[in-house]
Every structure is written in structure tokens, then in C-alpha cells.
């Protein structure tokens, strides 16, 4: 039995001999942490050589970046989704795609563990740039193509779509260092708190991309209440570490007072 599974290792493609290497490291990582787990762990959790592993990632950091930009170009597969069942002007598609994303976020939202897990390490900043790059290399084309797309048809008034996208991108990227406080927030005020700073950041973060976009205010919505929740309480689980009912009705209070705030 393990003779024929090491032969299956051995006829599977590079494509996917390199998908069953993530997915390994990917529940790996999700499971004990990123710091917590080791090359060998990972040897051994997907079955490879360690040559086989270092001809597709040349350390551990290539898998988490590996990984993430997995993440990123699904997320995208499903923001694309709903921008492609949208009918409607430019603003609606694009609206439809940030839900579209931030839905799929919050639909799996175990894997966003792994970002709450490196954004809770301190001296990861070479990590985190690594991270970002990733995600904006897959992004930003989509973006500068919707936004070059409402130009043309005169609902966007912007200046250079081009650089709109990184502005509108870089926006987001620093949405993370929000995220981060908002731990901290979520541990030492409550998840209410928690939610109530980060809801701030999207409300004036979508005010700044209707003025890149020259909009009227309240036009791009970047993300639903009920998403910015389980995300944020997901964020604030895997930095604590608390056990899972703790977790749960942490949550739970988190709902409860948002909605009270009208959030």
C-alpha cells in the first residue's frame, strides 16, 4: 500500500504534485500555527522527498506565500463570479466583486487563520511584505481592468485607472494594520469595540475610493457587516487562542453589539 502511493507521488505532474505540497502545508499551518510547524512537518504530512519539496518552495515562507496567493486567485475566481452575474453599470459590478470577495473570505474563513497567525508575530515584516505582494499581483489587473471599464463608460471620473487601482489596492493593505489594533481592541475592550473601529476604517475607506472614483459619497460598499463580524471575531480567536465555546459566544457578544450599534 504505501509502495503504490509513493508510485502515485511519483507519476503525479508538477502542477499538482505542487497543489498536494500546499494543501499539506496549508492544513498544517491552519491546525498548529505557522510558526509552530517545520519543513520536516511538512515532508511528511505530504509524502515528498525533501528534493521534491525544494524544487517548487525554497523555504517555508515560499509555501506561506504559495498559499496565499492560492487563496487570493480563488477569491478571486468567485469576486469575478459575481461581477459576471451582475448586470448593471460599472459602480454595480464593482460593488458586486468586493462582495463577491469578501463573501468567499467569510465563507472560509478557517483559512483566514493563517492571516490573524502572521499578522500576530512580531518581526514578520519581509512575511508580510511577501504576503502583500502576492495578493496585489493578483488583484490589481482585475481592478485596473473594472475601473478602466466604468471610465469608458463614464461612470468613474478618474484621473488614471492605473493608478486609481494601486491607490484603491494599497487602501486595502493598510486596512491589515487595522485589523491588527482591532485584536488587540477585541482582547482588552471586547469584540463590540473590535467591530466598531473596524467598521470606522471601511466607512471611510469607501468615502476615499469615492472620491478616487469621482462618486457620490456612500457608492462603494466595501464589505458587509455581517462579513467584517466573522471575519474580525475569526482574527481575534486565532490571536488569543481561545477554546472553541469561548470563541463562539465571544462571537456571539461581537453580533449582539454591533447590531445594537446599528452596525
Not at 88 to 102: E, S, V
Not at 122 to 143: C, K, Q, S, W
Not at 167 to 175: K, M, Q, S
Request: aromatic share 4%; proline share 3%; hydrophobic share 45%.
Amino acid at each position: 500500500m504505501l509502495g503504490e502511493q509513493k508510485e502515485r507521488q511519483r507519476r503525479m505532474a508538477p502542477d499538482a504534485r505542487r497543489e498536494a505540497i500546499l494543501d499539506a502545508a496549508q492544513s498544517l499551518f491552519m491546525a498548529r500555527g505557522f510558526e509552530a510547524v517545520t519543513i520536516a512537518d511538512v515532508l511528511e504530512a505530504a509524502d515528498i522527498s525533501k528534493g521534491g519539496l525544494y524544487h517548487h518552495f525554497a523555504a517555508k515562507d515560499d509555501l506561506l506565500a504559495g498559499i496565499v496567493t492560492r487563496m487570493a486567485e480563488r477569491g478571486l475566481d468567485a469576486a469575478e463570479n459575481a461581477r459576471a452575474e451582475t448586470t448593471g453599470d460599472a459602480l454595480m459590478r464593482l460593488n458586486a466583486f468586493i462582495h463577491g470577495f469578501a463573501r468567499w473570505k467569510s465563507d472560509n474563513i478557517a483559512g483566514m487563520r493563517l492571516f490573524a497567525d502572521v499578522l500576530a508575530q512580531p518581526g514578520n515584516d519581509i512575511l508580510h511584505r511577501r504576503v502583500l505582494d502576492a495578493t496585489t499581483a493578483a488583484v490589481m489587473p482585475v481592478l485596473q481592468t473594472i475601473i478602466e471599464e466604468g471610465a469608458r463608460e463614464g461612470t468613474f471620473d478618474v484621473a488614471e485607472p492605473a493608478l486609481t487601482a494601486e491607490l484603491v489596492v494599497g487602501l486595502a493593505h493598510g486596512r491589515r494594520k487595522v485589523a491588527g489594533r482591532a485584536i488587540g481592541v477585541a482582547r482588552d475592550e471586547g469584540l463590540g469595540a473590535a467591530c466598531a473601529l473596524f467598521e470606522a476604517r471601511l466607512k471611510a475607506e469607501g468615502t476615499i475610493c469615492d472620491r478616487l472614483l469621482g462618486l457620490p459619497p456612500g457608492s462603494v460598499v466595501l464589505q458587509g457587516p455581517g462579513d467584517t463580524r466573522r471575519v474580525l471575531a475569526e482574527f481575534a480567536r486565532a490571536a488569543t487562542d481561545a477554546p472553541t465555546g469561548r470563541a463562539d459566544a465571544a462571537e456571539d457578544e461581537m453580533n449582539r453589539r454591533c447590531v445594537a450599534a446599528g452596525k
